[in-house]
């Protein structure tokens, strides 16, 4: 399940969603900037498996590792939505 | 009531690293990265040296309890993933019957639900005995094949598949590991004949896959906390993770521990599964357990069985 907003450190998730928007960018294929708001699979064409690709490489830039076993993807449908689950659900390497 | 009096199971002593596999397969870095990080894959089996009966002769050859018993034996069903495996006139199946002095019985292979053929082979086998006149007549299914196409080794962005098999006695009225229920839901809607529906596959996927076990466990009179051990097909771990968090499910009872060891095993990963969940004590008498897989092909199927042990 999301983590609240409350359990989120902000500069964590910042630098989330600047990994995100970086990765995604490259991974669609989109030149035009990528807001927290969009819908991932709808707006953007991210696919399970690309999503997954978006993990492993946010990981790997952050020096994280998700608790992917807690996500429920169903309800992480934004950009914003996702970075606040990783944020939260998130320990280093 | 439909029984599993004995399984044996035939897992090859090569496993090739998921990394060797990249050249041959033309998977990327990065596709063999998340292999690894996320769907839990280490390693993968083969057999270069067994045909296609000589690794279903491999899997019945450990079941001891079919000796002495061959006369006894009335259906062998053959539960395969891949519709075409050899050329024609060659018949593994029909090859395997004759040198375990089976050639009396009456033996087909089903396919239908691709990686899910393994329970309907088991349900058909019962079903088989519950008609047959003769109280004590057997049933041999069997499962097992060769991942000999790189379409037969690689499921793109899922699972890697390797090589065993096993064999299973199936009475229709034996003492243990009594089958309770068995729900499948045929959905043809995701033939790719039809056009491109796998991003939809993959958004139903888990749902239709907690419907059937729901069920099944529902059928059997059981609530789901009533299930000791979940026997997974091994399809890979975020799956089965991610459809246990949508359950309300704890993952440390699915048996996940072959995903690595093994890879995805076509039909056999649930007899697999079972040996391993014997071999570490971790069924006892009286436990409920469910096995569920999902074979997509033509179509796609969900299976899930729950049993007594």
Redesign the interface.
Known sequence: MTAPDAQVDIASRDRVVQAMTTVLKRLVERQEPITEDMHM?DELGV???LG??L???V?EQLGIQID??????DELLTVGQLATFIAANSRPW | MTALDAVSVYTPAFRVPIEDLADPLGLTDIQVRLFRRFHGLDQVRFDPDRSPDGLLRAAAEGLAELRGQEHRVRYVVHGRAMPVVVPYPVNPLHDVCRQLGLGHALAFTVTQQSCASGLLAVDLAGRLLAGDPDEDALALVLTGEKAFTRHARLLPGTSLFGEGASACLVSANGPRDRMLSFVCAQRGEFDGEFGDREDDFQRQYRPSLAEVINRAVADAGLALDDIRLVLPHNVNVVTWQRLCTLMDFPVRRVLLSNVPENGHLFCTDAFANYRTARERDLLREGDHYLVATVGAGAGATFSAMVFQH
């Open positions: 699979a696919s399970s498996s997954l690709e993990l492993l490489e990981e992917v076993e807690r996500m429920r993807p």
